[in-house]
């Protein structure tokens, strides 16, 4: 009456896939989230539904795009699923030291910080530029956007970055020595 | 590319999740999932549909039985009066 439904046959190329994309899926939804744990949930759930579709998966590289795009998908989903906004407000964003030297780890938590108090799609775009090295012909793909609004997400993002910092004092002189 | 441009790039760099992430998610891929027939659910669908049916049907027969006896209850009272009424007129 009931089907015992297993899929041994594609077990080992799925754990080859999740353990080549798992940085990539993994580091998407935590710079989005900037939640571990919810973050490692959702690439789990990524990495499932990749098991489940694995019929329609034709190489390996396909599986890499099919997951970036579903790891994009599930995180802007999670994150407008969770009740509260990114646990992060401008107003908590630490001040970087005025006399750090050269690539202060504080100012990467900072830049992090920054970046999880943006609007959900210029965030992603940010993430996918930066983390994955996308150009915005990649992003607009991976989004479904026209690569002028990925630009112009882009342009504002860094302005608006580039105006935070400098308001809190970081000033480029300051760390590029 | 400018300074800052590096510094997002730093920033955003690809993390590494737990060391036994993928073998707990291969392990979540690979249990078994129970699946019931399409046919059986289709089955027992109309199974719990008509004897639902049938219980409704029996409930509106009691309701009706009840209704009727309730009417013959009235009826008996108002032929009794009235046969009363009759034998009262005669003598």
């Known amino acids: 009456m009931i089907e015992l439904e297993t899929r041994p046959e594609i077990a080992l190329d799925f754990s080859e896939l999740v353990r080549e994309h798992q940085s990539m899926v993994f580091s998407v939804c935590w710079h989005f989230l900037h939640d571990r744990d919810l973050a490692e949930d959702v690439a789990q759930e990524v990495f499932?539904?990749?098991?489940?579709?694995?019929?329609?998966?034709?190489?390996?590289?396909?599986?890499?795009?099919?997951?970036?795009?579903?790891?994009?998908q599930r995180a802007i989903d999670a994150g407008r699923r969770r009740v509260r906004r990114p646990q992060v407000a401008l107003a908590d964003v630490a001040e970087p030291v005025a006399d750090t030297p050269v690539r202060d780890p504080m100012l990467k938590e900072t830049l992090r910080r920054l970046i999880a108090t943006l609007a959900e799609t210029p965030r992603m775009v940010m993430i996918l530029r930066y983390q994955e090295d996308l150009d915005p012909t990649e992003i607009g793909q991976v989004m479904d956007m026209p690569v002028a609004t990925v630009k112009s997400h882009l342009q504002r993002s860094l302005a608006l970055l580039r105006e935070k910092l400098t308001r809190r004092g970081v000033r480029e002189d300051r760390w590029t020595g | 590319m400018d300074w800052l441009e590096q510094e997002l790039r730093d920033a955003l760099a690809r993390k590494e999740p737990p060391a036994d992430f993928a073998s707990r998610v291969v392990r979540r891929a690979e249990r078994p999932v129970y699946r019931f027939p399409r046919w059986l659910a289709a089955a027992a669908a109309v199974i719990v549909l008509a004897g639902a049916g049938l219980e409704y049907r029996q409930y509106r027969g009691e309701q009706a039985k009840e209704q009727l006896l309730q009417a013959f209850k009235i009826a008996s009272v108002k032929v009794n009066h009235i046969q009363t009424e009759v034998q009262g007129v005669g003598k």
């Open chain 1, 48 to 72: 499932l539904g990749l098991h489940r579709n694995m019929a329609s998966i034709q190489s390996a590289s396909h599986a890499g795009h099919w997951l970036r795009k579903v790891a994009v």
